[in-house]
């Protein structure tokens, strides 16, 4: 897998909604030991432990459905248009389809038949996470 220096060296992340994900990343590294690796504004903190990875963000990117997103899992892949083509073919519904962001991924979101929300991540460059 292609290294990108903006994303934990995880091939699952899991991410969690908080109503403040500094506070919350805050309390997870001081109750459970996890590591602050990146504070990305107000709103996400990456952070790692023992060779795994965890986004807190904040549950406002929700908007009317923060219900359900109190919970998804990143996933990171080699292929993200061949995974979001053979997920919507299975069943899945798309909510993104694959796109290139600033920070080196081409991402995709999807939502599984049972309602949990996936994103599927392909790094396409190592961005500096200073940047």
């Known amino acids: ?11 699952v992340i899991a991410v969690l909604s908080y109503p403040d ?6 309390w997870l590294a001081e109750a459970f030991g996890f590591t602050i690796r990146l504070r990305i504004f107000n709103h996400r903190v990456q952070m790692t432990f ?3 990875a965890l986004v807190t963000t904040d549950t406002r990117w929700a908007g009317e459905d923060a219900a359900r997103a109190g919970h998804s899992v990143l996933v990171r892949v080699a ?5 979001y083509a053979r997920a919507v ?3 899945a519904t798309g909510d993104m389809p694959p796109q ?3 920070y080196g991924e081409r991402q995709a979101n999807l939502n599984d038949p049972w309602g949990h929300h996936w994103t599927f991540s392909q790094t396409i460059a190592d961005v500096d996470p200073a940047s």
């Open 100 to 102: 290139d962001f600033e």
């Open 79 to 83: 292929d993200v248009d061949a995974v």
């Open 89 to 91: 073919a299975a069943g």
């Open 50 to 52: 023992d060779g795994g």
């Open 21 to 26: 994900p500094g506070a919350a990343a805050e």
């Open 1 to 11: 897998m292609t290294a990108n220096r903006s994303i934990p060296d995880a091939a």
